[in-house]
Antibody, heavy 119, light 109 residues
């Protein structure tokens, strides 16, 4: 069973850049059917898809966030990364990584990491 | 642009009652791409139903999905205390590629 674990800073200052890492274990990182995904959930709010990447480096982003985000991967470490620029308080959220698979679903998910944007 | 509207916002039922959750799409949707997730308090979402009606591995039989076109339903046939959660529908389409509904909270009376 694939397992994912997010890591990164819990606190980011306004206007700074957020960098998060998702470590993948027990999975086929180079499986052509999978897209490695980032999502977020603002406090008390619903879910928002951020974007994803496959092992070939093909990325697809949420159009509403596209200008601020990049997603990359390091297959040698079974890790993929999120970089989000110009952070504001509105970006305070729990950030999840997840696998987007052949059934057009996110499964499984990491446990999530809370990122607070505050000075 | 595809939008998903879930109703009701909150559902409060007694154990053993039937729960019916609605997900309405703003455009005609393909059954293959409609998914339901369950998010229990302080947990990450969990895949529940995919392809409108297919239960994910380990999901109890009391959960079922149905629908077509613009109207989709998640049904819990007999509510258990452990079903307290927020339920989200999600659609994979073209614009934007991935959309979530706002969620329905299920509570136990």
């Amino acid at each position: 069973q694939v397992q994912l674990q997010e890591s990164g800073p819990g606190l980011v200052k306004p206007s700074q850049t957020l960098s998060l890492t998702c470590s993948v274990s027990n999975g086929s990182f180079n499986d052509d059917e999978n897209f490695w995904s980032w999502l977020r959930q603002s406090p008390g709010k619903g879910l928002e898809w951020i974007g994803f990447i496959n092992y070939r480096g093909t990325t697809i982003f949420n159009p509403s966030l596209k200008s601020r985000i990049s997603i990359s991967l390091d297959p040698s470490k079974n890790q993929f990364f999120l970089r989000m620029t110009s952070m504001t308080a509105a970006d305070t959220a729990v950030y999840y990584c997840a696998t987007w698979g052949p059934n057009w679903t996110f499964d499984p998910w990491g446990q999530g990491t809370l990122v607070t944007v505050s000075s | 642009e595809m939008g998903l509207t879930q109703s009701p916002g909150t559902l409060s039922l007694s154990p053993g009652e039937r729960a019916t959750l609605s997900c309405r799409a703003s455009q005609r949707a393909s059954n293959s791409y409609l998914t339901w997730y369950q998010q229990k308090p302080a947990q990450a979402p969990r895949l529940l139903i995919y392809g409108t009606s297919r239960r994910a591995t380990g999901v109890p039989a009391r959960f079922s999905g149905s629908g077509s076109g613009t109207d989709f339903t998640l049904t819990i046939s007999s509510l258990e205390p452990e079903d307290v959660a927020v339920y989200y529908c999600q659609y994979y389409g073209n614009s934007p590629p991935l959309t979530f509904g706002g969620g329905t909270r299920v509570e136990i009376k």
